[in-house]
């Protein structure tokens, strides 16, 4: 006895989605935008690497004494931005350089020789 395997049903053309054909677009893409001068309170504190509570700490009058935080601009009673310029420009005054100053390579004996400064002493075994 031969019994007949069940098909898929077929959907009706009406409910098949239908492929719309591409249109040739002669519209001259837009130009990348700029990135937007003013960065709010969570943008401004990913930028310049910190915590948007810290640039909140730095804004109140208790702490301006204390820490010097990045210019801002108070839009309203809530609102804060930060220019992008100022940012950079806190940036730069807050950049400080580190490391040793000089590590040279003897080529004689291929090692490579640390200024003393970097040296461990006995108070600083390791």
């Avoid at 108070?74 to 806190?90: I, N, P, S, T």
């Avoid at 730069?92 to 350089?97: D, F, K, T």
Wanted: hydrophobic share 35%; proline share 12%; aromatic share 4%.
């Amino acid at each position: 006895m031969h019994i007949p395997q069940a098909r898929a049903p077929r959907l009706p053309r009406s409910i098949m989605p239908r492929r719309r054909p591409r249109q040739a677009t002669s519209e001259i893409p837009e130009p990348p935008r700029e990135p937007a001068p003013t960065l709010g309170e969570a943008e401004a504190a990913r930028y310049i690497g910190m915590s948007a509570g810290w640039l909140k700490k730095s804004r109140t009058a208790r702490f301006r004494s204390e820490i010097d935080g990045p210019p801002f601009i108070r839009c309203g009673a809530r609102r804060v931005v930060y220019r992008r310029v100022d940012l950079d420009a806190w940036l730069a005054r807050h950049q400080e350089v580190g490391g040793p100053a000089t590590i040279t390579e003897s080529s004689e004996t291929n090692r490579v020789e640390v200024p003393e400064v970097c040296r461990p002493c006995e108070s600083h075994a390791l």
